[in-house]
């Protein structure tokens, strides 16, 4: 019992000394659905239902990256305070889009954030390609396609032939 608590109080010790060497990133930019990659890896959309999410990072340099398959990627080097909450809010430039003809990819079965990439960019997270009037449309041709767990673990690549006008579905395996 004694060696049950005494475990338990160093554990909320190292705890509360974990999260004093943390702050926070908010990424206020539109749209809310830009990925947000901080030192290469794949945080998360920067809102979700029109909220900017917050995201716990070590204190220190991080470099943060926002990829949006419509916009130009905005890179830029932050400081992470311990306890203090840093806001990022780019302009997001446009880019020149694709013109038609078009067929549609969707990806159903994954978690909602999961980083969808084409030929190796990011295009987005798999909940806004799963359902029946949502998708990533495409010029007909050959892509290479990457769902990736939050982690960075591969749960799904797999080779796809978009054809005019028809939607491929590529579901979980």
Partial sequence: MKLTTIAVAVMAVLGAANAQDTGRLVVKVKPGRTGVFVDGKYLGPA?????????????????????????????QKITIVKGKKTIVGPAMQAKTLTQPPYGVLRVNGFE??????????????????????????????????????????????????????????????
């Fill in 47 to 75: 809102s979700n239902l029109m909220r900017a999410r917050t995201y716990k990072l070590a204190v220190g340099e991080h470099e943060v990256v926002l990829r949006e398959p419509r916009y130009q990627e905005q890179s």
């Fill in 112 to 173: 909602k954030f999961a980083p969808v990439y084409v030929n190796g960019q990011y295009v987005g997270h798999a909940d806004e390609f799963n359902a029946s009037r949502q998708g990533l449309l495409l010029n007909p041709g050959e892509y290479e396609v990457k769902v990736t767990s939050m982690n960075g673990d591969t749960l799904l690549q797999q080779k796809v032939t978009i054809r005019e006008k028809v939607t491929e579905i590529l579901r979980k395996q």
